[in-house]
């Protein structure tokens, strides 16, 4: 069970990290639209799981794989937005989340 303080810096870090990609994802990320779905925060606030959408889903792992090499400018990014309510920016894992791939496929099944 999550903290009152973790559930307030996992929803200031999705809302922070949901404007980064908005903005850099023109640039760096040939155009996809990424979603944050999900963050987990640690107990200690020193890591951060960022679970992201990519529209379209064709190619996502080289996305993500991207968004991992320029994860230390996006922490960066991140931390000149939140620098005055966290002490210790964490450090970031990203990860692909798959649910609504999982959902379309069980909706396909249940059509047939």
């Known amino acids: 069970m999550d903290s009152i303080r973790q559930n307030k810096v996992s929803r200031l870090i999705q809302k922070e990290l949901a404007e980064i990609f908005q903005h850099e994802s023109r640039e760096h990320f040939q155009g996809r639209m990424i979603s944050v779905?999900?963050?987990r925060v640690s107990k200690?606030?020193?890591?951060?799981?960022?679970?992201?959408?990519?529209?379209?889903?064709?190619?996502?792992?080289?996305?993500?794989?991207l968004v991992k090499q320029l994860s230390p400018q996006i922490r960066g990014l991140l931390g000149?937005?939140?620098?005055?309510?966290?002490?210790?920016?964490?450090?970031?894992?990203?990860?692909?989340?798959?649910?609504?791939?999982y959902i379309d496929n069980i909706t396909n099944i249940l059509k047939d």
């Open 80 to 101: 000149r937005k939140v620098g005055k309510q966290l002490r210790i920016v964490p450090e970031l894992d990203f990860f692909i989340d798959d649910s609504l791939d």
């Open 44 to 65: 200690d606030l020193s890591v951060v799981k960022v679970y992201l959408s990519i529209f379209p889903s064709e190619g996502s792992a080289e996305i993500l794989k």
């Open 37 to 39: 779905t999900v963050v």
